[in-house]
């Protein structure tokens, strides 16, 4: 499993770090010394796209909102298929938080 190559001590540090964290603004201070500015956004513009796979967009709208290419898109996709379902946990947990505000 794909996973299990990226478990150890220093990754899981990371995430509780992250886990650990209270705000937006302490997330932005974080990935602001842990990675560019370009790694980051394309971090956020791959939720975005598989948020937009999972609502039935096309690759072409999708690539037209997000600037994604298509193989991020079919990167993604293939992960939404095939992956270990932390797109979909993830955008569950946000649409939950969204029906809580």
Do not use: P, W
Not at 6 to 21: H, N, S, T, V, Y
Not at 40 to 58: F, H, K, N
Not at 88 to 93: F, G, I, S, Y
């Amino acid at each position: 499993m794909q996973l299990d190559k990226l478990r150890g001590r220093e990754l899981d540090q990371l995430f509780e770090a992250i886990l650990k964290l209270d705000t937006l603004e302490d997330c932005y201070q974080l990935f602001e010394d842990l990675a560019t500015v370009n790694e980051v956004q394309a971090l956020a513009q791959r939720l975005e796209v598989a948020r937009q796979i999972r609502e039935g967009s096309t690759y072409h709208k999708i690539e037209e909102a997000t600037g994604a290419s298509t193989a991020t898109i079919s990167r993604v996709k293939r992960c939404l298929n095939y992956g270990s379902g932390g797109y979909d946990l993830a955008l569950e947990r946000l649409q939950q938080s969204e029906g809580d505000s």
